[in-house]
């Protein structure tokens, strides 16, 4: 069985001076660099995922714009593919499952941004596709929401999406007890 990291949209824009600043995007992130040391020392293959918004007006994750750059501290090293998508799914539409069959994997650990987005939607589809899936809920982020004129705050979304994810799609652990 091989297991491999995918990191989705650790963009800049996610974080403070950002298009769309995130709650807790530092910490997260910096999680994430943490987790990709040790997956890299491992020897274990790693995928990035880059969200392209492309469409007119878009105001965040535009190609060749600060905030559509991969952190600093998530940036692909030498050999590292880099996934471009424009839709949550980061299946839909890219080579990710291409990737992930090169790398002949059977499991994944994704983390990322967001929580409540990208990260949601890319864990569903993984499961339906019969991965065996893990998230390391401490290397992703949520942004504060509303509907219906009920405010969440980014940690209540984060904490209902990861348990969402747990109760059906995904295995939810912190990052420490990673790789495994």
């Known amino acids: 069985m091989t297991q491999v990291l995918v990191?989705?949209?650790?963009?800049?824009?996610?974080?403070?001076?950002?298009?769309?600043?995130?709650?807790?995007?530092?910490?997260?992130?910096?999680?994430?660099?943490?987790?990709?040391?040790?997956?890299r020392r491992a020897g274990l293959p790693v995928v990035h995922v880059q969200h392209e918004s492309r469409e007119e007006g878009a105001g965040m994750l535009v190609p060749g714009t600060p905030g559509g750059e991969i952190d600093p501290r998530v940036a692909p090293s030498a050999g590292e593919p880099v996934v471009r998508k424009?839709?949550?799914?980061?299946?839909?539409?890219?080579?990710?499952?291409e990737r992930l069959d090169e790398a002949e994997a059977s499991a994944l650990?994704?983390?990322?941004?967001?929580?409540?987005?990208?990260?949601?939607?890319?864990?569903?589809?993984?499961?339906?596709?019969?991965?065996?899936?893990?998230?390391?809920a401490?290397?992703?982020?949520?942004?504060d929401l509303e509907h219906g004129g009920v405010r969440v705050g980014g940690a209540e979304v984060h904490a209902a999406f990861m348990a969402a994810l747990a109760s059906a799609y995904a295995r939810v652990v912190p990052a420490a007890s990673l790789p495994n």
């Open 7 to 39: 990191i989705v949209d650790i963009q800049r824009d996610y974080f403070p001076g950002g298009a769309h600043p995130l709650v807790g995007p530092d910490a997260a992130a910096d999680t994430a660099s943490t987790l990709l040391d040790r997956w």
């Open 86 to 97: 424009t839709h949550p799914n980061s299946f839909l539409e890219t080579t990710l499952k």
């Open 109 to 136: 650990v994704v983390i990322g941004m967001m929580s409540s987005m990208c990260v949601d939607a890319t864990v569903r589809a993984a499961s339906d596709l019969g991965y065996r899936v893990t998230v390391a």
């Open 138 to 143: 401490d290397a992703c982020a949520a942004p």
